[in-house]
Structures are given as structure tokens and as C-alpha cells.
Nanobody, 125 residues
Framework: VQLQASGGGLVQAGDSLRLSCAAS????????MGWFRQAPGNVREFVAA????????YYAGSVKGRFTISRDNSKSTVYLQMSDLKPEDTAVYYC???????????????????WGQGTQVTVSS
């Protein structure tokens, strides 16, 4: 299984960015997908997830209303559209896959089976 995250970069506060995560080696349609991030010195934190069963989406409070997660099963790809970026969004962003589909599980990193390599997002003020 491989999860290849891309789309990170250096942007200014208020800008938008779209991350992509292409999956291979798994039956993408029966995996929920999530995005997590980790800033230097911080623990990894949940950002967003999308359930494979209900297509429901879940967000961390800090990004709700600014970030949108979506998936294209035909391309085995999950996206994270990030708008109105803030310096505090600076982190390495990781995508991950999970066989779970309920909210209580998808907020938890331990419920994810496979992880991508991460893509750096840097937001300057």
C-alpha cells in the first residue's frame, strides 16, 4: 500500500492550497481517508476525515469552515482544499487510510492503517 501526498508549499496568510493523496495497493472505495498534521515540537493532530460508507466529513475545530476534504474513488485520491490559510496551519500534512467509518474512530490516529509520507505546508504572515 502506498499513499502519496502532494501539493504542499510556501504560501502567504489568506492564500489557498489543495493537497492531494493518491492511494495504490488498496481497495480505496472501502477505506475512509483522513488528513493529519504535525508542526515542529507538537504532537500529530487530526485535521479532517471522510467516511467511505456515508461520505460524511469531519473536521478539527481549528479548520472547520476553511478546509474541505473530498474524495474521488475513480482516481483513488483524497483531497484537502485549504482556504484562508493562517501561520498556525504550518505543518507537515499526512494522509492516512482507515477501515473504520464512524466519527468517533476517524478522529483517532490509532484507527488508521496506512500513512503517507507527508507534505510540508508553510504559511507566512
Amino acid at each position: 500500500v502506498q499513499l502519496q501526498a502532494s501539493g504542499g508549499g510556501l504560501v502567504q496568510a489568506g492564500d489557498s492550497l489543495r493537497l492531494s493523496c493518491a492511494a495504490s495497493g488498496l481497495n480505496f472505495g472501502i477505506y475512509s481517508m483522513g488528513w493529519f498534521r504535525q508542526a515542529p515540537g507538537n504532537v500529530r493532530e487530526f485535521v479532517a476525515a471522510i467516511s467511505y460508507r456515508t461520505r460524511s466529513t469531519y473536521y478539527a475545530g481549528s479548520v472547520k469552515g476553511r478546509f474541505t476534504i473530498s474524495r474521488d474513488n475513480s482516481k483513488s485520491t483524497v483531497y484537502l482544499q485549504m482556504s484562508d490559510l493562517k501561520p498556525e496551519d504550518t505543518a507537515v500534512y499526512y494522509c492516512a487510510s482507515s477501515g473504520y467509518y464512524s466519527a468517533s474512530d476517524l478522529y483517532t490516529g490509532g484507527r488508521y492503517d496506512y500513512w503517507g509520507q507527508g507534505t510540508q505546508v508553510t504559511v507566512s504572515s
